[in-house]
């Protein structure tokens, strides 16, 4: 170590003294202790000395009128870098008035003549280290952006330790000390109260958070026990992490796009309102919402149009729920109650709390049906989207959260396969029936790779004489476990997956062979028709599989018939128009199933090679008691005659049907009035007694003859 250093540690000590002999005893004193030593014996020039090279203590001994102990000290305290320096005043023993003084004006400490010099030296190395702690702390509470006051156990300041420099850590500038008091905000206040007493009592430090009303000021305040009756309150400005914070719980409870609430914070909801609606013994809705269709929207037009449209229908969902005022008592109570959700893509959900009967829950959806009809602006595009809502109650369809948007959701997928932009109930029925999605797009997977499926026929007759005109090649599945599943409940999900590409293939080249087999047994060729999803014209490969499915087994291709939905004439037109006419040309039949319950009109279908058009069972259910679906089963015949067009009505169960159809010449008829679908083992029984038949009765006429 140099002596340089050495020296630097050394305490400087400041002697001023008028007699000489005193200094230099004091001086060696000190020196043996490690002290250095600056000796001044002219009175006049002491302070001069201290300005110019700043001691860590002084000692005062002179008695110089101008120059006095005691003004030297009330001097030095003054300045800048003496306000903390141990100051030791010289004084006679027993003269009180002269100590007076010197305590008055700053003196750190007394010494009495004569001057032990073997206790000098400790009692300023005693002073030296209590001052040095205290700039040391002085400096701490400086440094650190907290503000300390000294509180007493009624929660009063006694005094603030920092400096007014220390507000500017915090947000508001400018305060001056008397106000930093205002930032000490337990004031009054019974939560800091209880904490200052525990703080008191255990000596542990108690925390205690507190907005600034009207500055969203957050701070957080440190109770630390200082002695037995007050405390210290640290108080510190957490504002910013009060934000990040905020920004965190945001990215994890929150979408982005829409800034609607997510899945995890509606679920979490979902299970305080099921608490709170088990204990008030109330019933509440869950409607799951998922928009038809924008797949398609978000593959042919982008994303970006896609998020557009998606915030659109969000903001439009709120509004909507928000004039759905049933739910503001329960807000109350739970801070965060959550009515919207965006579940992810085209996935919303709605919780309606103190709606108990189906018939409020039913005008909710309705008005959310209506809310989303007016056409959506996009970028120039506009855009009808219709939703299918999925319904569930608590307590019957769910005891928890997870259950009833399960029960939700699979009730949103029956309102779509019966036919989109409509809501359905969850019912006890469907939870035997219907499995759930998840569940079955694995099982479909399987399936698939298994065989599980097979094909059913059903017979297509004349309206007029029954004879056999074709049959509908419809698919089953059986589930080795789950017993049948109906298509109506599969095919959704084979659609959204993509499944029904590879399902659909199977399906034709089923139906080809079957068709092939018959024509090449004793009952000859029946013409069969076969459902293909919109979904597979999407696929560009649609017309070479239907024609090489002929080709491999060897039938003409008149003896096929494809069904589609109106759907698949909406969508992308021109490319269609090719694929059909390619079809037509190639001579496979085309027929428009489920005529009615899409958008077309019968002019529409003019532009495309359509032979024949099927109308849909929901009209010919109710035919002979609703005047209106009698009105438009006969002006679909009307027309389609006009346009040369087939007609096939489907669901034909009564006479009073089958008379009506009749009437207004309806070709043919498909429905249990005439058979159910059936396996192909049965509906080849039935060609062959049909057959027998027309041989006997081929029979019976030569005979005759
Ligand atoms: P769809 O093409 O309209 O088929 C007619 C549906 O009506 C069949 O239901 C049939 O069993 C039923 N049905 C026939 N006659 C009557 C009747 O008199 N009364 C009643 N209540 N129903 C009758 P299924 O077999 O359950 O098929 C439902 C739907 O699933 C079909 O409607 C079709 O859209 C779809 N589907 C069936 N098989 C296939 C397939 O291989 N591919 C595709 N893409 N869809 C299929
Ligand atoms: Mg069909
Ligand atoms: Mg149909």
Not at 626 to 638: H, K, M, N, R, S
Request: aromatic share 6%; glycine share 6%.
């Amino acid at each position: 170590m140099s002596s340089n250093t050495q020296i630097m540690r050394q305490p400087l000590v400041l002697v001023a003294t008028d007699e000489q002999r005193q200094g230099q005893s004091i001086r060696e004193a000190l020196q043996q202790f490690g002290f250095r030593c600056e000796l001044v014996t002219a009175a006049a020039s002491v302070f001069e000395r201290f300005r110019e090279t700043p001691p860590d203590a002084v000692l005062l001994d002179t008695k110089d009128p101008t120059f006095h102990s005691v003004a030297l000290c009330a001097k030095i305290r003054k300045h800048e870098s003496g306000g903390e320096l141990p100051v030791f005043i010289v004084a006679d023993r027993g003269d009180e008035e002269a100590v007076e003084e010197a305590y008055r004006a700053g003196a750190t400490d007394i010494v009495f003549n004569p001057i032990s010099m073997p206790v000098l030296p400790h009692r300023l190395r005693y002073a030296l280290r209590t001052a040095r702690s205290l700039s040391d702390l002085r400096g701490l509470i400086r440094a650190i952006p907290d503000l300390i006051f000294i509180v007493n156990k009624n929660g009063e300041v006694q005094d603030g330790l920092s400096r007014p420099d220390a507000t500017h850590t915090l947000q508001i500038k400018a305060l001056s000390t008397a106000s930093l008091i205002n930032f000490y905000p337990c004031e009054n206040d019974d939560g800091a109260l209880e904490l200052i007493q525990r703080a008191l009592e255990t000596g542990k430090p108690q925390v205690y958070e507190h907005v600034l009303e009207g500055l969203d000021i957050h701070l957080e305040t440190r109770f630390v026990a200082r002695d037995k009756t007050t405390v210290l309150a640290i108080v510190r400005d957490i504002t910013e992490r009060k934000s990040a914070e905020e920004k965190i719980y945001n990215l994890a409870y929150y979408d982005e796009l829409t800034e609607l609430p997510n899945r995890e914070l509606f679920s979490q909801s979902l299970e305080r309102t099921i608490a709170i609606a088990k204990s008030e013994n109330q019933k509440f809705a869950v409607l799951f919402v998922d928009l038809d269709r924008f797949k398609r929207i978000n593959d042919t037009l982008g994303h970006t149009i896609g998020d557009e449209l998606l915030k659109d229908v969000a903001n439009r969902l709120a509004k909507c729920i928000r004039s759905t005022d049933s739910v503001s008592q329960i807000d109350a109570r739970a801070k965060r109650n959550i009515r919207l959700a965006r579940l992810g893509g085209d996935e919303f959900v709605i919780k309606l709390y103190g709606v108990d009967s189906p018939e409020s829950v039913a005008n909710v959806a309705t008005r959310i049906i209506e809310t989303l009809t007016p056409p959506f602006t996009c970028a120039g595009h506009q855009f009808v989207v219709t939703p299918s809502i999925g319904i569930a109650m608590y307590p019957q369809d769910g005891k928890n959260g997870e259950e009833l948007l399960m029960n939700a959701d699979s009730a949103m997928y029956r309102a779509k396969a019966v036919g989109r932009n409509n809501f359905k109930f969850y019912s006890e029925t469907m939870r035997t029936k219907s499995l759930h999605r998840l569940d079955l797009e694995n099982l479909l997977r399987e399936a698939i790779a298994s065989e599980q499926f097979e094909l059913y026929f059903q017979p297509k007759v004349k309206a007029s004489s029954f004879r056999l005109v074709g049959a509908e090649a419809l698919l089953r599945w059986h589930h080795p476990e789950r017993g049948s599943i109906a298509p109506d409940d599969f095919i959704p999900i084979a659609e959204e997956t993509g499944l029904i590409v590879p399902l659909g293939q199977w399906v034709l080249n089923e139906a080809c062979r079957q068709v092939s087999a018959w024509s090449k047994s004793v009952v000859g060729t029946v013409p069969v028709s076969v459902n293909i999803s919109s979904h597979q014209f999407r696929d560009s490969g649609l017309v070479g599989d239907v024609l090489d499915a002929i080709a491999n087994a060897g039938i003409r291709p008149r003896d096929i018939e494809l069904e589609i939905t109106e759907s698949v004439l909406l969508q992308d037109v021109d490319k269609t128009l090719i694929e059909l006419k390619a079809l037509k040309e190639a001579g496979v039949s085309l027929s428009i199933d489920d005529f009615g319950t899409g958008y077309s009109s019968l002019s529409y279908l003019k532009r495309f090679p359509i032979d024949t058009i099927k109308i849909d069972r929901s009209f010919v259910k109710d035919l002979h008691q609703d005047t209106d679906d009698a009105a438009i089963c006969a002006a679909i015949l009307a027309m389609s005659q006009q346009l040369g067009l087939t007609v096939v009505a489907e669901g034909v169960e009564t006479r009073e049907q089958l008379e009506f159809l009749r009437r207004y010449k309806c070709d043919h008829i498909q429905g249990y009035i005439c058979s159910k679908p059936m396996p192909a083992d049965d509906f080849y029984a039935l060609l062959l007694k049909l057959s027998g038949q027309a041989a006997n009765s081929d029979k019976h006429a030569r005979a005759s003859a």
